[in-house]
Nanobody, 125 residues
Framework: QVQLVESGGGLVQAGGSLRLSCALS????????MGWFRQAPGKEREFVAA????????TYADSVKNRFTISRDNAKNTVYLQMNSLKPEDPAVYYC??????????????????WGQGTQVTVSS
């Protein structure tokens, strides 16, 4: 069974940076596409970024492009989300997720089967 545990959330001033981490256990990490999603109060969960199994390709939501960077360290079974230039519209609970093994590349929340517990990101103005 895949288990995902996020860390690194917190409070940061607008314009600041945070790095989220997500560790996968229970399966071979480098077999899974990994994604980050976020959900703000009263809103639906939305795609943020995704990365292929090797890390050679990434994709981002337009709202975070050029500010956020997704990366992975397959030796550490961990995926990261570096968030720079944080804005007042970025606060949310951030989730890492993995689709079923062998899945195609997707930004659809429904394509992901395994989810972490989430980590809160708060941005002060």
């Amino acid at each position: 069974q895949v288990q995902l545990v996020e860390s690194g959330g917190g409070l940061v001033q607008a314009g600041g940076s945070l790095r989220l981490s997500c560790a996968l256990s229970g399966r071979t990490f480098n077999r899974y596409i990994m994604g980050w999603f976020r959900q703000a109060p009263g809103k639906e969960r939305e795609f943020v970024a995704a990365i292929t199994t090797s890390g050679s390709s990434t994709t981002y939501a337009d709202s975070v492009k050029n500010r956020f960077t997704i990366s992975r360290d397959n030796a550490k079974n961990t995926v990261y989300l570096q968030m720079n230039s944080l804005k007042p519209e970025d606060p949310a609970v951030y989730y890492c997720a993995a689709p079923p093994y062998g899945s195609s590349w997707s930004i659809d929340v429904n394509a992901y089967r395994y989810w972490g517990q989430g980590t809160q990101v708060t941005v002060s103005s």
